[in-house]
């Protein structure tokens, strides 16, 4: 086990909720008269616009420990209950990993340009960024193992965050790069492994918790379930004790949790949209090759293309704004030259990226 916070006591969740009072009580506790919940509203408004199951949701918190949802998940992905942590997506992961894991001052080290969103996290955390660059190629734009290692090292890290497959450039790292980088991390530095694109990637791999990693999954992408912010870690279960610490009770609403154990017993429906998006994300990478665009491989659930350079990348970004077209372009300085394309039918229909086939097409 790495030091770091996991031999603090910390504080205990003054509210576990009725889900777990039950589960040690061994029997139903039908009225709920403790928790000030609104579960004598009406919700006839709310009944005609989403249906009645939402409503009744509603109305109460969810189970703080998301007990029935982590029973789903752990049969599913064959890892035992006590590995998995549910919360409010893998931003709301990202966040709390920090706060479980890291002081104010502590250093992090990440690639220069991955997903944002941590540096975001990290710098309102009052942690100290350290960016490597990635490994840049003719086609290849990759998270370089062996420099977030050495970096590590050099500056005395407590974590080291990786999305795996990448954000923004869909590279994905195989499982010996990945043993690599967590068998030579300094002993107090943890391992934040960001894998929001996992089922997308051609080889799944196993779940197995890694000794000093926390590896964050989420329902928005493969289950469809953005809007409803709900995602899971795999980790260690004393690890996983430090964060339950210092998570937010309830952030996982009633609805989410419900959700998503309806799109986990549907196993079927999610393959097929994963193998649906997969067929797409060829296509649109083929159609964006024919048109000369220097196409990166991708295992995830877009397509990201390296242009001549930030001028010309951003240029063509403002001319799709002004079809009416979102694509991402990293705010980060280093990768400026990328735009990044959701492989949805939409980006399929012939027209819809114009702008960037004529900036291609010359």
């Not at 709920?32 to 408004?45: F, K, T, V």
């Not at 407590?158 to 690599?180: E, F, K, M, Q």
Request: charged share 20%; glycine share 8%; with cysteine.
């Amino acid at each position: 086990m790495r030091a770091s916070h996991l031999d603090r006591e910390g504080p205990t969740n003054p509210f576990p909720g009725r889900q777990a009072l039950e589960r040690r009580l061994g029997h139903a506790l039908p009225h709920q008269l403790g928790s000030n919940e609104g579960l004598d509203m009406p919700h006839r408004a709310l009944t005609e616009a989403l249906g009645a199951p939402v409503a009744e949701l509603a109305r109460t918190y969810g189970d703080a420990q998301a007990f029935e949802l982590r029973q789903q998940l752990a049969k599913q992905l064959g890892t035992p209950r006590d590995t998995l942590l549910v919360d409010a997506g893998a931003d709301s992961l990202i966040a709390l990993t920090l706060r479980a894991l890291c002081d104010t001052g502590s250093t992090v080290i990440t690639s220069a340009g991955t997903y944002p969103t941590f540096r975001y996290f990290a710098e309102g955390h009052g942690c100290r960024l350290v960016e490597v660059a990635y490994q840049q190629a003719p086609g290849r734009l990759a998270p370089d193992v062996d420099a977030l290692i050495q970096a590590a090292w050099l500056h005395h890290a407590r974590l080291v965050y990786l999305a795996n497959p990448d954000n923004p450039g869909g590279h994905c790292l195989n499982a010996t790069d990945i043993a690599c980088l967590v068998d030579n991390l300094p002993p107090t530095c943890h391992l934040l492994l960001d894998e929001a694109y996992h089922e997308f990637r051609p080889d799944q791999g196993d779940n197995t918790p890694l000794a000093g990693v926390v590896r964050l999954r989420t329902f928005s992408k493969a289950h469809g379930l953005a809007g409803l912010r709900i995602g899971y870690a795999i980790a260690d279960p004393e690890l996983l004790e430090v964060m339950y610490k210092v998570r937010i009770h309830y952030a996982v609403s009633s609805v989410a949790q419900a959700a998503a154990a309806v799109v986990l017993t549907h196993v079927e429906e999610v393959e097929r949209h994963v193998q649906s998006v997969i067929e797409r994300r060829e296509q649109l990478a083929e159609q964006l090759q024919a048109w000369g665009a220097e196409v990166l491989p991708s295992a995830t659930n877009f397509v990201a293309i390296r242009m001549p350079g930030p001028e010309s990348a951003l240029e063509v970004q403002q001319a799709l704004l002004a079809d009416g077209v979102i694509v991402h372009r990293p705010p980060h300085p280093a990768l400026g030259d990328i735009l990044r394309i959701s492989a949805v039918e939409d980006a399929l229909v012939p027209g819809r990226l114009s702008a960037l086939q004529n900036a291609l097409v010359k």
